[in-house]
């Protein structure tokens, strides 16, 4: 009977529908319990700690990778031996995977010793606070050579970088500031080339202090005070000359005679040193005024540039 036949091919397609169903269904499951397992693979994989301060530079590598070679090209004789990919092995090596609070001098020991370089007597320039202007003096004045003047300092100058020890072992996102803990990488790694840096000088040596901060241009916290002034040698450093540099029209909070460098010519004769202090060394000041060309004190300037 023609209702028959109709009814076992309408059976037919229901079974054939429902094959189809349960297909798409086991298809649809499979899907979910994927996405599932390959959601807890990603929560396996934890969050980077968490700090205050910026976190390490992009492109690090490329941009330390660049400075090696790019101040290399400079032709320093005393540093032909020096093997870029090498120093950016020893860095990664110091921090890569590890908690960054916990940084030790032993783990940036080898990146030193991969850098170092002898500076030249009379040269060392040590700073504090006065970053812009030191470094605009010792880049056009190539008789002086800041920490951030040597190759390690140059070539990580401004620059962050901290460990994680969860992949991939380093943390973009932040990194500890050096108040955060006594150990961070930042501040372990500056301060040992600090007093490498300290130790190195001999002859007469120059610090540029900041005589517009209100606390005073000399401060027993700061990694000048506290480290480079401890680590100069004084059977090799015959001076220190103290530029005490205020800001052009600028609040003169400091001077030569003020506390704070008194105090500082307290630690400094009590370990043997010879000190000088002059208030806005004048080359120095000149810089100073190219930003400000009207203030009065840059006249000096301009009546010299206007006399026959
Ligand atoms: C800190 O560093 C030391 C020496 O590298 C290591 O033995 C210790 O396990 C580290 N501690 C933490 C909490 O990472
Ligand atoms: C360093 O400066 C002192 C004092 O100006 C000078 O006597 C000495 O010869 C200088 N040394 C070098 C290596 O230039
Ligand atoms: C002194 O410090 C202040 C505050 O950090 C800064 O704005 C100024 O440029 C510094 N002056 C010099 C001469 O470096």
């Known amino acids: 009977m023609p209702s028959q036949r109709g009814s076992a091919r309408r059976r037919q397609r229901c079974v054939l529908l429902a094959g189809i169903a349960i297909l798409l269904i086991a298809l649809v499951l499979a899907a979910v319990l994927a996405s599932v397992l390959t959601g807890s693979k990603e929560e396996a994989n934890p969050e980077p700690l968490r700090w205050q301060g910026r976190g390490t530079t ?42 960054p609070c916990n ?7 080898p990146l030193m010793e991969l850098t170092s370089h002898p500076v030249p007597c009379n040269k ?8 812009d202007l030191v470094h605009l003096y010792s ?7 800041t920490l951030e003047d ?49 130790e190195a000088a001999c002859g007469v ?34 001076e220190i000359r103290i530029w005490l540099m205020n800001d052009i029209g600028g609040p003169q909070s400091d001077s030569c005679s003020g506390y704070s460098i008194k105090k500082l010519r307290n630690i400094l004769e009590e370990r043997n040193f010879k000190i000088t202090c002059e208030d806005n060394y004048r080359p120095v000041q000149l810089l100073q005024c190219v930003h400000n060309p009207d ?12 006399a026959p």
């Open 150 to 198: 040597t190759f390690l300092g140059y070539m990580l100058d401004g620059l962050s970088w901290c460990g994680d020890p969860s992949a991939p072992g380093i943390n973009y996102e932040s990194c500890p500031k050096w108040s955060e803990c006594e150990r961070s990488s930042g501040s372990v790694f500056w301060k040992m080339a600090s007093k490498m840096f300290a």
């Open 124 to 131: 060392s320039l040590f700073w504090s606070r006065t970053y």
């Open 103 to 109: 940084a030790t001098t032993e783990d940036y020991r």
């Open 205 to 238: 040596v120059h610090v540029m202090l900041n005589g517009s901060i209100e606390a005073g241009a000399f401060r027993t916290s700061s990694v000048f005070g506290s480290v480079e002034i401890f680590n100069l040698n004084p059977d090799k450093v015959s």
């Open 58 to 99: 992009r492109n690090l590598r490329e941009i330390v990778l660049g400075r090696c070679y790019s101040y290399l090209a400079e032709g320093h004789a005393e540093l032909r031996d020096k093997d870029c990919l090498k120093i950016w092995e020893s860095l990664k090596a110091a921090f890569v995977h590890k908690n």
């Open 139 to 145: 880049k056009c004045n190539h008789h002086f050579l």
């Open 295 to 306: 203030h009065p004190d840059c006249n000096l300037c301009i009546s010299s540039t206007e």
